[in-house]
């Protein structure tokens, strides 16, 4: 059973392009989360979603940023118009969803972002 | 608002030496608690998981604690060991959230 995915690991962007990144969770798990860790920080929740859902987008930026699990294919994390600030390691987990509160989540490998 | 601390930031030992991890919360509403350690420029994996109805977890050489009502938990480390040297991050599960509150991790360095 593969874990969770992550891809690319490595993105470098100019300011003012666009950074898709992608995570496909483990295999039966139907809940994604995205965290941001930022130099010398701690990780930082930013969405929960479901299947075609979001259900707490409360640590996301206001701007730029979104994010979408649809009902086909990985969970896409987007940044429009990137700046310097958005370097940070961005990682994704994943849980079964199958009932209740506080599932352990299952955390991919990251995707790095190097904003130049 | 749930805060996580983590103290110390580092810990540089040699190897051998039993350590005691810490971690302190300010909301005891939680539904879990997990460490999990973090190699440079790796993900996370998670080391152990504690409900908030249980008092500790063991895996081989780690034993992590849960003091739900003083906001606090450690992770004890026997025998450390060269290998054990990472980031380790301590997260809780908030109540009425799905999301994790993590402490900004204990950097750990075991010497030979």
């Known amino acids: 059973n593969a874990g969770v995915m992550q891809n690319p690991r490595h993105l470098v962007r100019r300011r003012g392009q666009e950074a898709r990144l992608r995570c496909s969770p483990m295999?039966?798990?139907?809940?994604v989360y995205w965290y941001r860790q930022l130099p010398e920080e701690g990780l930082k929740f930013m969405v929960y979603?479901?299947?075609?859902?979001?259900?707490?987008e409360s640590g996301m930026p206001k701007e730029r940023f979104s994010a979408e699990f649809p009902k086909e294919g990985p969970s896409i994390l987007r940044i429009q118009q990137v700046v310097r600030g958005d370097s940070a390691a961005y990682f994704c987990?994943?849980?079964?969803?199958?009932?209740?509160?506080?599932?352990?989540?299952?955390f991919g490998p990251g995707t790095r972002l190097l904003v130049l | 608002k749930q805060e996580v601390t983590q103290i110390p930031a580092a810990l540089s030992v040699p190897e051998g030496e039993n350590l005691v991890l810490n971690c302190s919360f300010t909301?005891?509403?939680?539904?879990?608690l997990q460490w999990f350690r973090q190699d440079p420029g790796k993900g996370l994996t998670s080391l152990l998981l504690?409900?908030?109805?249980?008092r500790e977890q063991t895996s081989g050489r780690l034993n992590a604690s849960l003091d739900k009502s003083s906001g606090r938990s450690t992770l004890y480390i026997a025998a450390s060991q060269p290998g054990d040297s990472a980031t380790y991050l301590c997260?809780?599960?908030?109540?009425?959230?799905?999301?994790?509150?993590f402490g900004k991790g204990m950097k750990l360095t075991v010497n030979p």
């Open positions: 987990a994943s849980s079964p969803g199958a009932g209740g509160s506080g599932e352990t989540q299952y």
């Open positions: 295999k039966g798990h139907s809940h």
């Open positions: 979603l479901q299947k075609e859902n979001i259900i707490d």
């Open positions: 909301d005891s509403a939680i539904y879990n």
């Open positions: 504690i409900q908030s109805s249980q």
């Open positions: 997260a809780v599960a908030q109540g009425g959230s799905e999301k994790l509150v």
